[in-house]
């Protein structure tokens, strides 16, 4: 029956307009991937034409993206458009059509490189919190991302704020029970040693603020070290690195999540950068969002750039700048 229902569904979007692409560009965020194509334009009638575009996925999931227009072609507008390539973690070859329903409607149909259509999202959980995705028809269900939140409440570093918290706990509850048997042992050896108790007591207290202090300014200076610590690679800049990055493999397998995800780029004086970080077979680059970054910051042909991770999901990049002198022939062409 599943199959009978595939061939008349087929047979239906025989008659609709439609269009396909396929995923394999480094820069799947450039205008011209963005674009559509002018032959299916000019068949869309001032009727169903409209500057708000709704993709919907197989599963019941939709993306509201906008429509732009140059002087030559019509085209996707950016932010929408690399939500919907990051929440499908498209780059891998996928073979996509779009089959217009009606109003700018489009249902898509992922193939992947094995010539088999993608029925449910990749990435369960990625879809369920990204912003912008509505429920609109499938019954899936959920209990599966419910239960990875659960799995990443125990992720690392929430143990170690549950431990510290622990041996803080502990640590009053030592002192009050040592502030309580000192008062009781002055009682007990009566009012003749009350006066030296007092002083030795008070010497004891003066003696804690003083570690306390030092133990402060120690934290801090650890505190310190653990950013300026914080994992890093540096790489050089090509001509071709204007456009994506390609990121050392040993440091996406010790420190980067080994799927497609949206990062933070950010200035050392402030200013960020939302950067798609591409996750493929061969390679992880940085990819939408990054020329733009490129050109903001700006990078150039010849810069050491340091890349250091501060958070899980966000970098900061620090450029060493060097003269045209300096920089060799053959990374400018």
């Known amino acids: 029956m599943g199959w009978n229902t595939g061939f008349d569904r087929i047979k239906q979007e025989r008659k609709d307009l439609g269009f396909f692409k396929i995923f394999q560009s480094a820069d799947l965020s450039s205008e011209f991937m963005r674009a559509f194509p002018y032959n299916f334009m000019s068949k869309i009638s ?3 034409f409209s500057y708000k575009m709704v993709i919907r996925a197989q599963w019941g999931k939709s993306w509201n993206v906008k429509v732009s227009k140059n002087t030559r072609y019509y085209y996707i507008e950016k932010r929408g458009w690399d939500q919907f390539v990051s929440d499908n973690s498209l780059g891998r070859n996928e073979f996509i059509t779009f089959i217009h329903k009606g109003k700018m409607i489009f249902n898509v149909h992922i193939y992947e490189q094995n010539c088999m259509e993608i029925l449910i999202p990749r990435n369960l959980l990625s879809m369920g919190s990204s912003s912008g995705i509505k429920r609109e028809e499938g019954d899936c269900s959920y209990k599966d991302v419910k239960k990875e939140n659960e799995e990443i409440d125990e992720s ?8 510290r918290k622990k041996k803080t706990e502990v640590t009053k509850t030592s002192k009050k029970k040592m502030l309580n048997k000192n008062v009781k042992n002055v009682m007990e050896r009566g009012e003749s040693s009350r006066g030296v108790e007092l002083k030795a007591m008070k010497k004891k207290g003066e003696a804690s603020i003083s570690s306390k202090k030092k133990k402060s300014k120690s934290k801090s200076k650890s505190n310190k070290k653990v950013i300026d610590g914080a994992p890093e690679f540096e790489i050089t800049i090509k001509k071709s690195y204007l456009k994506f990055l390609a990121i050392p493999k040993q440091f ?3 420190h980067l999540p080994q799927k497609s995800k949206m990062f933070t780029i950010r200035h050392p004086k402030g200013k ?3 950067v798609l970080c591409l996750v493929r ?7 939408g969002g990054y020329s733009k970054l490129a050109r903001e910051f700006p990078i150039s042909v010849g810069d050491k750039c340091t890349f250091k991770l501060i958070d899980t999901f966000e ?5 060493f700048k060097k003269t045209r002198e300096e920089i060799p022939h053959c990374m400018i062409d």
């Open 281 to 287: 077979d061969v390679r992880t680059i940085f990819s």
């Open 252 to 254: 996406v397998d010790d």
């Open 46 to 48: 001032k009727k169903d």
């Open 156 to 163: 690392p570093g929430r143990v170690e704020i549950k431990i």
């Open 315 to 319: 970098f900061v990049l620090d450029i």
């Open 272 to 274: 960020s950068w939302k």
